[in-house]
């Protein structure tokens, strides 16, 4: 069956601009994640989502970074005025249970 | 504060020399310890969940085993298709749903 999909697979943008990541989960399930991986670190939690309650933001580095799921399905990633530090593999998740599983990732270099 | 550390960071194998990677972990509560495999590019694809001390997973070659402080996966007589970074997660009690991540074990398996 589809996995989880993300979209682009690579963005490259210039500092300050705004950009918009995507996710569609797999087919069912309730609960979506975000999480960044940059170099030399681990993957970072930013973002949770589950049905159709307020999504749990503790994980965002910043106001710069929001987040929505629409339909209790599509997920977008917006992050505003990029910095150079934002440059990393943004990874989306989805789950039934507890087994997340994650997509491809979005590869984002901030020039 | 949920921890993760993985060891040894970086491992090389000649093929069929089999050897253990350890995820070490403090969890106020452990709801789940989580095993995945990272290609280069790739996102993470899930192995296995262990839930409880003394629990054990296997697949293939691998086996995962879990204590109350740390997990064990262990690899018999790897294959160069094994090379992969592989990395652990545990998800608190406390911690909602989202997972906190080691910064993974790069095994490399050589013909």
Known sequence: GAGVSQSPSNKVTEKGKDVELRCDPISGHTALYWYRQSLGQG???????????????????????????????VSTLTIQRTQQEDSAVYLCASSHGDTQYFGPGTRLTVL | EDQVTQS??????????SSSLNCSYTVSGLRGLFWYRQDPGKGPEFLFTLYSAGEEKEKER??????????????????????????????????????????????????
């Open chain 2, 62 to 111: 691998l086996k995962a085993t879990l204590t109350k402080k740390e997990s064990f996966l262990h690899i018999t007589a790897p294959k160069p298709e094994d090379s992969a970074t592989y990395l652990c997660a545990v998800q608190g009690l406390s911690s909602a749903r989202q997972l906190t991540f080691g910064s993974g074990t790069q095994l490399t398996v050589l013909p």
């Open chain 1, 43 to 73: 993957l970072e939690f930013l973002i949770y989502f589950q049905g159709n309650s307020a999504p749990d933001k503790s994980g965002l580095p910043s106001d710069r970074f929001s987040a929505e799921r629409t339909g209790g399905s």
């Open chain 2, 8 to 17: 040894p960071e970086a491992l090389r194998l000649q093929e069929g020399e």
